[in-house]
């Protein structure tokens, strides 16, 4: 049986430590992130929302999620 290897990553400012070839995807989706509310910044580069599922997150990533505040 093959072990599931951890890797850490910083999300908003604080370390996490997922599985390996976790997907950005699949990470927002444990988090309950309503994607429709956020922008997702991923090592300083904004990410198109169409992309996530093929984005694997790597040893170090660092992501910051902004949630849009209405307002006026």
């Known amino acids: 049986m093959k072990k599931i290897k951890k890797i850490k990553i910083k ?3 604080k370390f996490s430590t997922i ?17 429709k ?5 991923l090592n ?11 984005i694997k997150l790597k040893k170090k990533d660092k992501i910051e999620i902004v949630h849009f505040i209405g307002g006026g």
């Open 19 to 35: 599985n390996e070839n976790l997907s950005l995807s699949t990470f927002l989706k444990k988090l309950k992130i309503p994607l």
């Open 44 to 54: 300083q580069e904004i990410i198109d929302k169409n992309n996530l599922k093929i």
């Open 11 to 13: 999300i908003n400012g």
């Open 37 to 41: 509310k956020v922008a997702i910044e």
